[in-house]
């Protein structure tokens, strides 16, 4: 065998552990771990219930891109529901302010997509919302429309009264009947999507709605009412008294 036959054998094998590094990254799958805040946001407005979860992802092996998240609730009945991401919002920073206090930087971002990657860990506030309510209610809020527009073309249109008009009634009527949250134990499912094929773990956990919560959240009937007499007539010193009532039961793994 040639000096040149025994440099080319070397140089063969001088490149191996790099291929069997390529080989390997491009045949395993990505693993996501979940890590979530100590606490979940839940809420009930004119935009339905709603379920806000601070998040970080960390991911092992190779770099992904994940094309939705969604919750899924299963209450302790047995009842189940899926709340669709809806927005993101991503700390960027914190910026000091004269007085010397330290005030977060947030950036919202769209919801379609997330690119995880292997040297960071990516954390964000996520805000899911119910798709069966929004289409439900779309369909109301399109007839309230439709009666707006037909006052509006023949002059008879005014905000106060339409506010009082069956078509509003119906609306704030299928608000109030969407109240979801029950008294319980409810058990989170964390549902990541992908191109990819990937593993996650840590995705699953469990919180409970006590009395009190339920109480809190159901105060908030009361502001569906003026919430759209807001959005349709707007009066500056009105909306700085709409005030929400928000709960944040504890999260513990499942």
């Known amino acids: 065998m040639k000096l040149i036959d025994w440099i080319a054998i070397i140089g063969a094998f001088a490149w191996t552990p790099h291929l069997v590094g390529l080989i390997r990254y491009y045949l395993s799958k990505p693993e996501i771990r979940i890590i979530t805040q100590n606490v979940v946001e839940l809420g009930f407005t004119t935009l339905g219930p709603i379920f806000n979860l601070r998040m970080a992802f960390s991911v092992k092996n190779k770099d992904l891109v994940i094309s939705d998240i969604k919750i899924r609730l299963i209450h302790e009945s047995g009842e189940e529901r899926f709340f669709d991401w809806q927005g993101i919002t991503q700390q960027m920073g914190k910026m000091t302010m004269p007085d010397a206090t330290a005030m977060p930087f947030e950036k919202e971002h769209s ?35 439709k009666k707006m527009t037909y006052l509006k073309n023949e002059n008879k249109y005014d905000s106060e009264t339409f506010l009082r008009e069956e078509e509003m009634t119906e609306l704030y009527n299928f608000n109030r009947r969407a109240f979801p949250w029950k008294i319980g134990k409810y058990k989170v499912c964390i549902q990541v999507q992908s191109p990819e094929k990937f593993t996650i773990v ?16 159901e105060e908030n009937k009361e502001l569906l009412e003026e919430d759209y007499r807001n959005i349709i007539a707007p009066n500056q010193d009105e909306l700085s008294k709409r005030n929400w009532k928000w709960v944040s039961p504890t999260l513990v793994k499942n």
């Open 202 to 217: 840590d995705n699953e956990m469990l919180f409970t709605l006590l009395p009190l919560h339920i109480e809190q959240l």
């Open 111 to 145: 919801v379609l997509a997330i690119k995880l990657n292997l040297k960071d860990i990516e954390e964000r506030f996520i805000k899911f919302q119910d798709p069966n309510f929004l289409a439900e209610q779309r369909e109301y809020f399109q007839k309230a429309l």
